[in-house]
């Protein structure tokens, strides 16, 4: 069995700036489609996820 190698310190400081920045993005997309739209991100995605199937998958 291997051993978990974890991130050194660079890379730790990229890891954190990256989900950072998708916290960032994920609530300014909430925040705008539900100014634009009243339905929060989870539910828009859910919605487009749920038009991308065919017909007989939705019944």
């Known amino acids: 069995m291997r051993r978990t190698r974890w991130l050194n310190g660079e890379e730790m400081r990229a890891w954190r700036a ?3 920045a998708a ?3 994920d609530r ?3 925040q705008q489609l539900k100014e ?12 487009g996820r749920l038009s991308g ?3 007989a998958s939705c019944a």
């Open 18 to 20: 990256l989900y950072g």
């Open 36 to 47: 634009d739209s009243g339905l929060a991100h989870m539910q828009y995605e859910i919605l």
């Open 23 to 25: 916290a960032l993005l």
């Open 28 to 30: 300014r997309l909430d």
């Open 53 to 55: 199937l065919p017909a």
